[in-house]
């Protein structure tokens, strides 16, 4: 008789066991989803080709807001003989070629991509290198326009006195000496059509549109091939440093140079000293706090360990591998590539950290293929498709290019990397640079971020007594459990640049506890209780709290 009585029981208890799973399941789904993102092509929305007849025909990529209408305008630099293309936000999903009638075309050939304020002005002015081809006696290979505040840039290069007939990659902007004015530093290069490997220079801006050379004095004149340029200011002492990422001797594999800042206008090379002096072929830079315990940390590109390589010493060499170096916080680095997943992987050029689900953690993207001698690295065999990799924030990460929409660059010939909030939807689109290759033309691929549920906070910086565009300050944000540390940054990857507006993930938190600030002058503004999910502005000196460091 009891028989069924417990059969009964039986059969209730598996199905209320069933019911509660399946409440469980439903329950956890905005967990599942909340942080979920992809990636749509939307490279349609970009009318421009790049092209290259002679010179080296690399393509960079810059995000800034020229005309100040709040939405980020995107820069693509383009090969001799061929109009650079800078592409204006209509704020509506779409774009407009409008190099033209900026006056920002040229055709003369360029590379690499740097945009900020010179002249504290509230304008983004551009600063372009050369293509390293010649274009005729006593010509520059360097380009510097003015932003003029209508909607047109005026050529001062020959004035401002920044005029080299050397080709140069990657450039940078920062001030080296805090007098509110931005400096430029100019990674050396090298060319595939002229002779020898030029000098890196470094430029003091004298805050008249005018730059006096100071790179003998500083320095920091080598001339070991430079392909990445960044400031970065890797000990916290207060004062930026620069990091110069060589690749260009094929013939030898050569050693990132960090250029510690002495406070009076020298530098001091400390490669060896911190740890970031094994022997490779650097070509992308990425700088950020991937651990949010307050430091940088470093990514760097390399040939790889997947590279059909034509010279036979970069064939299974260790120093093929890209790094990753921790910052452990007492001005030296440990590479933890291997650990954390990031070392074996296909060639790249451009890199970037940001934080593309909005956790509060960045991630990385990468890309790059080159497919002329000394080194065919393309297609399905070697070519890099582009990796994304998600930071697991147990100081792995996870790579999620399929999974996220990527689509496959393999048989691209990409190089430069860029990624800005386009839509100012609180989530980091990336751009890649493409450049001419066999059949593929240049079209840059563009990659819109679908967004989730996590909420976020975009800063625009002001600066008052450091330079306008805030470059160098630190930013803080603490939001619940979640606390991070930005460094602002104009140029960094290979020829390229992020938009120096941050945006910060923030989970489930609706609002931000705390913003803290060190600028650039030693100012630190603190500001309180501020709405997730906005894009606020930020000027030096206007915090709750506000001291000197």
Same mark, same amino acid.
């Given at each position: ?9 039986? #059969?209730?208890?598996? !199905? ?6 399946? $409440? ?7 967990? &599942? ?8 092509? #939307? ?37 001799? @003989? ?8 209509? @704020?509506?999903?779409? !774009? ?7 006056? *920002?075309?040229?055709?003369? @050939? ?15 002015? =551009? ?25 047109? &840039? ?5 004035? %401002? ?26 990674? +050396? ?8 490997? +030029? ?20 320095? =920091? ?98 120093? %093929? ?7 452990? +916080? ?35 993207? !990468?890309?790059?293929?080159?497919? &002329? /001698? ?10 890099? /498709?582009?990796?994304? &990799? ?14 996220? +929409? ?9 190089? @430069? ?35 989730? #549920?996590?909420?976020?906070?975009? =800063?625009? $910086? ?15 944000? *603490? ?71």
């Amino acid at each position: 008789m009891y028989k069924p009585f417990f059969k009964s029981l039986k #059969r209730s208890y598996f !199905f209320s066991l069933l019911i509660a799973f399946f $409440l469980l399941f439903v329950g956890m789904i905005p967990a &599942f989803t909340q942080t979920s993102i992809s990636y749509q092509n #939307r490279s349609d929305l970009l009318d421009f080709l790049h092209f290259s007849d002679g010179g080296d025909g690399f393509a960079g990529v810059a995000w800034f807001d020229y005309n100040n209408d709040g939405f980020l305008d995107i820069f693509f630099t383009n090969g001799k @003989g061929h109009q650079n293309g800078l592409m204006r936000n209509n @704020g509506d999903n779409t !774009f407009t070629n409008v190099s033209l009638q900026t006056g *920002v075309g040229n055709g003369t @050939g360029n590379e690499g991509v740097v945009a900020a304020d010179i002249d504290n002005d509230g304008n983004s002015d =551009i600063f372009l290198t050369g293509e390293s081809a010649i274009i005729g006696a006593n010509k520059s290979f360097v380009k510097l326009y003015h932003n003029n505040g209508d909607g047109t &840039f005026a050529d001062i290069t020959t004035d %401002s006195g920044i005029v080299s007939s050397q080709s140069f990659f990657s450039a940078a902007f920062a001030d080296i000496n805090k007098d509110g004015f931005l400096d430029l530093f100019i990674s +050396g290069g090298m060319s595939f059509e002229l002779p020898g490997r +030029g000098e890196n220079m470094l430029y003091l801006n004298n805050g008249d549109l005018t730059f006096t050379n100071i790179s003998e004095l500083a320095g =920091i004149d080598t001339s070991l091939g430079g392909c990445a340029a960044s400031f970065c200011d890797y000990n916290n002492d207060g004062l930026i440093d620069i990091f110069n990422a060589n690749c260009a001797d094929f013939g030898n594999a050569t050693p990132i140079e960090v250029f510690r800042n002495n406070g009076d206008l020298t530098f001091t090379e400390v490669s060896t000293e911190i740890g970031l002096d094994k022997a490779g072929f650097w070509m992308g830079f990425a700088s950020g706090d991937y651990d949010n315990d307050g430091d940088m940390d470093i990514f760097v590109t390399n040939t790889g360990d997947r590279a059909r390589m034509r010279l036979g010493a970069l064939a299974g060499g260790g120093w %093929s591998l890209h790094s990753f170096y921790e910052n452990m +916080g007492d001005g030296t680095f440990i590479d933890r590539a291997l650990d954390s997943g990031l070392a074996k992987w296909e060639f790249g050029w451009g890199c970037s950290f940001s934080d593309f689900d909005n956790d509060g953690f960045v991630d990385l993207f !990468f890309t790059g293929s080159f497919p &002329f /001698p000394p080194a065919f690295i393309i297609g399905k065999l070697g070519g890099n /498709p582009g990796r994304l &990799f998600m930071n697991n924030q147990d100081s792995t990460f996870t790579e999620s290019s399929s999974v996220m +929409g990527i689509t496959d660059l393999s048989d691209i010939y990409s190089s @430069g990397v860029a990624v800005a909030d386009f839509d100012n939807n609180g989530f980091p689109d990336i751009s890649v640079a493409v450049n001419t290759y066999g059949t593929e033309i240049g079209k840059p691929f563009f990659f819109q971020n679908s967004g989730n #549920r996590n909420s976020w906070l975009t =800063i625009k $910086l002001v600066g008052t007594v450091s330079n306008r565009d805030g470059i160098g300050a630190r930013v803080k944000v *603490v939001a619940g459990d979640l606390v991070q540390t930005r460094e602002l940054r104009a140029g960094s990857s290979f020829l390229s640049m992020d938009s120096l507006w941050q945006t910060f993930g923030l989970l489930q938190n609706q609002k931000v506890d705390l913003i803290e600030i060190k600028w650039p002058s030693g100012v630190v503004d603190k500001f309180v209780e501020i709405q997730a999910n906005q894009t606020i502005t930020l000027v030096e000196g206007s915090g709750t709290d506000t001291s000197e460091s």
